[in-house]
């Protein structure tokens, strides 16, 4: 699969995750896909389990991408996981393997304000938003 077919499936999934289609959002994994969290030491494997994992998730979710960059195998999407309202910024990194995800690992954190010490110096981005 070339790189401009990897980003549509990509938009696929997210849009999926989005609109939570949990078939079409679980269609990118391979059947002995992994995914990871690193920050809660969580391992999740199989395609089955990542999507059960994700449907049992009490909480209502949005999905708002701000950039998918990758080639080849190794893609990254950078974007705002919003539950109940509450935005989360999350990196996700998918490794294909015949043009299916193998392995997934998201990196999630919370939004904070500048430090003061450098308040002067910045400038906000759009749609962040302070803690």
């Given amino acids: 699969m070339d790189d401009r077919a990897l ?3 990509l ?4 849009d999926a995750s989005d609109a939570g289609d949990f078939k079409v ?3 990118i994994y391979r059947e002995d896909a992994v995914l990871d969290y690193p920050q809660s030491g ?3 494997r199989g395609r089955q389990n990542i999507q059960e994992s994700r449907f049992v998730q009490p909480n209502k979710k949005r999905f708002t991408v701000r950039r998918i960059v990758g080639s080849g195998n190794l ?3 950078e974007f705002v996981l919003t539950y109940d309202g509450k935005p989360s910024y ?3 990194i998918m490794e294909f393997q015949e043009g299916l995800v193998g392995h997934e690992t998201q990196y999630f954190t919370d ?3 500048p430090a003061p ?3 002067h110096l910045v400038e906000r981005l759009n749609g962040t938003t302070p803690s």
């Fill in 7 to 9: 980003q549509v499936e």
């Fill in 11 to 14: 938009k696929r999934h997210w």
């Fill in 25 to 27: 959002e679980h269609e």
């Fill in 42 to 44: 969580e391992r999740i």
């Fill in 75 to 77: 893609w990254v999407t």
């Fill in 90 to 92: 999350v990196v996700s």
């Fill in 111 to 113: 939004g904070f304000d």
């Fill in 117 to 119: 010490s450098r308040a």
